[in-house]
């Protein structure tokens, strides 16, 4: 069961190695991806008993401290979100990512969204507001049976693929992460992102370890190996040369 509690935040607009800023407007994660790496670090850092998946804290003074804490930045671009996604379903109640979204817009500080979750459709009139903005979807696999074992909650692959398409087409920047590499076809992923995004990113599973158990039970060991990993990678590299697709490999 979800253990769902207000809490006040201290600083919501952090440094980031990846981006210049990160905003997580809530601790925790609904989605709850079998291989996701917040979980490994975040439980004991927020405090929680709880297992990854069944708790999220609510940062409810989100937008009111990233007000005050934007009139004292340097502009840089903000990463929404890190450690948990910004549209997990309580944001549907919530509304603190769309809230923060307005605040970023009034200061035109960049953004750049990352989510599973179709409910970033709701927020299309605010990314036109932005001068700079990238909104991306993290599909792991063409596969729908497999995508649901690893991301239980996330948006299925098709209404991941069709919200990309709809922010593309309104003249959105849009990418999509490919990662971590989760057995599938690369050859037809690519195709159905073909058209839909600016620039598709490429990340093998880091953190094996974590869920090593979780392959074996499902049988794949083969899909946890550095040859599967070289080889779909490979695959998919060349699919995207074909269609003269932009990529970036990150391993
Ligand atoms: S959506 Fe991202 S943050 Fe949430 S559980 Fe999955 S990998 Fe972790």
Same mark, same amino acid.
């Given at each position: 069961?979800?253990?769902?509690?207000?809490? &006040?935040?201290?600083?919501?607009? +952090? /440094?980031?190695?990846?981006?210049?800023?990160?905003? !997580?407007?809530? %601790?925790? =994660?609904? *989605? +709850? =991806?079998?291989?996701?790496?917040?979980?490994?670090?975040? &439980? &004991?850092?927020?405090?929680?008993?709880?297992a990854w998946g069944e708790f999220?804290?609510?940062?409810?003074?989100?937008?009111?401290? $990233?007000?005050?804490?934007?009139? /004292?930045? /340097?502009?840089? %671009?903000?990463? @929404?979100?890190?450690? =948990?996604?910004?549209y997990q379903p309580l944001e549907a109640q919530y509304a603190l990512t769309r809230c923060c979204l307005k605040e970023l817009v009034k200061r035109q500080f960049p953004a750049n969204i990352q989510t599973k979750s179709k409910l970033v459709l709701r927020d299309l009139d605010l990314f036109q507001e932005f001068e700079t903005v990238e909104v991306g979807f993290t599909i792991t696999t063409d596969d729908e049976q497999v995508a649901r074992l690893f991301e239980p909650r996330a948006a299925s692959v098709e209404e991941r693929l069709r919200a990309l398409?709809?922010?593309?087409?309104?003249? *959105?920047? %849009?990418?999509?992460?490919?990662?971590? $590499?989760?057995?599938?076809?690369?050859?037809?992923? @690519?195709?159905?992102?073909?058209?839909?995004?600016?620039?598709?990113? @490429?990340?093998?599973? !880091?953190y094996l370890y974590s869920v090593k158990g979780f392959y074996h039970q499902l049988g794949l060991e083969r899909q946890m190996t550095d040859r599967f990993f070289r080889e779909y990678k490979e695959r998919l590299t060349c699919e995207l040369k074909k269609r003269k697709m932009k990529f970036e490999v990150l391993f």
């Open positions: 069961m979800l253990k769902v509690k207000e809490v &006040r935040a201290k600083s919501i607009l +952090n /440094k980031s190695k990846i981006f210049d800023y990160c905003l !997580n407007p809530y %601790t925790g =994660c609904q *989605i +709850n =991806c079998t291989y996701c790496y917040a979980r490994l670090f975040m &439980r &004991r850092y927020s405090g929680h008993s709880e999220v804290d609510v940062k409810v003074n989100a937008p009111e401290l $990233l007000k005050n804490q934007l009139a /004292k930045a /340097k502009k840089g %671009t903000v990463w @929404i979100s890190s450690v =948990c996604d910004p398409e709809t922010i593309h087409s309104s003249g *959105i920047k %849009t990418f999509a992460f490919v990662g971590p $590499l989760l057995p599938g076809n690369p050859e037809r992923l @690519i195709e159905h992102l073909e058209e839909k995004v600016d620039m598709v990113f @490429i990340d093998k599973m !880091n």
